[in-house]
């Protein structure tokens, strides 16, 4: 593994990101580019990537190891000085915690996320915060408050956030249910489903099927509940959210028991007890389980079960009053008060910011004009030294075309054997005259792997005797190459940079064009512009 990752050394951070993206769904392959993402970040002492490499791996790690991954990206974001990185990792790790039904230690980040995030202009950070905020007020029964937050959340994220929008919705759903809006949280499912198709995210529908499973157990529709939760649990239980899990074993157990079906019932209400026994989770409403299974128990007699419930409604309500005491302390006293601060300081602001307003618009006014005015400047600037450029490079690609290439002879480097060398610069000479630099991914290593050489000895012959260093020395290659097509070949004048990228064996487009604009001093537009324009 440490070989693999040493190979990605030269790497860029989006190289490691797109295949980190590739492989998202196979932690295995993903576990080289994640640590070797990490590597770099700790070499370069890039701060703001390391804590980004820990968020990563994080994602990808087991449950067990994410909160000392979230630790290790606390430490490193605060070290960047940043309000909003060191707010982002604070609020994931409050999710860690949420995602293990930790309301308590979630909170608590949330709240030191809150703290940061309030003093930055992050919108999406700050939408992020009040998303799971409204979370834990949905959990301990605020819902018209957890409503409000949800609404802004579901505004904000509509059009350019589709995951967080859904998950919004949602959650927008299950408050409407709380408040016994049935009709309304109908109304939002039947769009959260219809938006999981539009935005092609089939993960969520499940989620939505679970939600208007619980409507329908309120509407007394409890035989198109249970359908609508069981289409569900399968999909909810590979995702090892237990919490839902629990739930929807609840309310299938609440429509059989209404169906006076409680034989059936009783089983998945067990399931909710095991999850409760195994993941310490039980929201407030699930603790009826208990009543209703101390209800069944008397009816058959049987003193132990009954005194099993008995103490598991005991120890339930001692974990819901505690969790809740707390959580509704921090909630009032912490961030509505602070959000109430915030409100106030906001308005005073704007007051301020009123009475400078002529002075702001005349400032601004100025400041547009110099902008217009230099980039004019710039503009003018750049096209004379960009016609120069092409000048130059028409000059020289006809004095090419007119005189045999000449090789400059160069000294022999010394540390490296003579037959070494001579071999080296025949295959290289080879390279350049098969046009092998057109085949995709070249690199040092690659490169020398299929020369048969040394790595290190084939970048000195490489800098020593081509005067460059190699990925200059490739993409000059590829860049003379596609030169030359367009000087000599009319059909290449039509191509767009995406093709001819493509044609040179640059990985993406950008590149392409920051070599190209590299090697001649002017963009590709310009370069095939003028000679369209030299040509009719």
Avoid at 524 to 533: A, C, G, I, S, V
């Amino acid at each position: 593994m440490y070989l693999a990752i040493d190979s990605l050394k030269n790497k860029s951070y989006d190289y490691l990101d797109e295949k980190l993206y590739e492989l998202r769904k196979d932690s295995t392959k993903a576990s080289v580019y994640l640590f070797a993402y990490l590597h770099k970040a700790k070499r370069e002492h890039n701060w703001k990537e390391v804590t980004n490499a820990y968020q990563n791996i994080l994602h990808q790690s087991p449950d067990k190891l994410r909160l000392i991954y979230a630790d290790s990206m606390i430490l490193a974001a605060k070290k960047t000085n940043e309000d909003a990185i060191i707010g982002s990792a604070y609020l994931s790790k409050g999710i860690v915690y949420y995602g293990q039904k930790q309301q308590i230690e979630a909170m608590d980040n949330y709240l030191i996320a809150n703290r940061f995030i309030s003093k930055t202009n992050d919108n999406y950070q700050i939408h992020k915060v009040k998303y799971h905020i409204a979370l834990i007020k949905l959990y301990i029964g605020f819902y018209d408050e957890a409503i409000s937050l949800l609404k802004e959340c579901v505004a904000y994220y509509k059009d350019s956030q589709p995951r967080p929008y859904l998950n919004s919705l949602h959650s927008l759903g299950l408050c409407y249910n709380k408040i016994g809006d049935y009709g309304r949280c109908s109304e939002t499912n039947a769009l959260g489903l219809s938006e999981c198709n539009r935005l092609e995210i089939k993960e969520m529908i499940p989620y939505f099927n679970h939600s208007e499973g619980i409507n329908e157990y309120y509407k007394k529709n409890y035989d198109t509940s249970i359908k609508n939760i069981q289409s569900s649990l399968e999909e909810i239980k590979e995702n090892k959210d237990f919490a839902n899990e629990s739930i929807g074993n609840f309310y299938i157990g609440k429509s059989y028991w209404s169906l006076n079906q409680k034989n059936k019932a009783l089983s998945y209400f067990q399931r909710v007890d095991k999850i409760f026994e195994e993941k310490n989770y039980l929201r407030p409403d699930l603790r009826q389980v208990y009543e209703l299974l101390i209800t069944y128990y008397k009816t058959k007699k049987n003193l132990n079960s009954q005194l099993y419930n008995v103490d598991q409604l005991l120890k339930a309500d001692t974990l819901l009053t505690e969790t809740n005491k707390y959580l509704i302390g921090k909630i009032y006293k912490e961030y509505d008060t602070k959000e109430l601060i915030s409100e106030k300081e906001k308005i005073k602001g704007e007051l301020a910011h009123k009475k400078n307003n002529d002075f702001i618009s005349a400032g601004v006014i100025l400041l547009s004009f110099l902008i217009i005015v230099f980039m004019t400047y710039r503009h003018f600037k750049n096209r004379s030294l960009y016609k120069k450029k092409f000048g130059e490079l028409m000059n020289q690609l006809n004095n090419n075309e007119n005189k045999p290439k000449i090789r400059i002879e160069k000294s022999q480097i010394l540390d490296i054997n003579a037959d070494t060398v001579a071999t080296t610069l025949k295959q290289l000479e080879k390279f350049e005259r098969d046009k092998k630099f057109l085949d995709k991914d070249w690199n040092l290593g690659t490169l020398s792997a299929s020369f048969n050489s040394n790595s290190k000895y084939l970048s000195a012959i490489i800098f020593h005797y081509r005067d460059k260093r190699f990925v200059e020395y490739i993409n000059d290659l590829r860049i003379d190459y596609i030169i030359s097509l367009l000087h000599n070949e009319p059909k290449y004048k039509h191509y767009t940079n995406g093709s001819l990228a493509e044609e040179a064996g640059f990985s993406s487009t950008q590149r392409f064009a920051n070599a190209f604009l590299a090697k001649t001093g002017m963009p590709t537009t310009y370069f095939m512009e003028e000679l369209r324009k030299k040509q009719s």
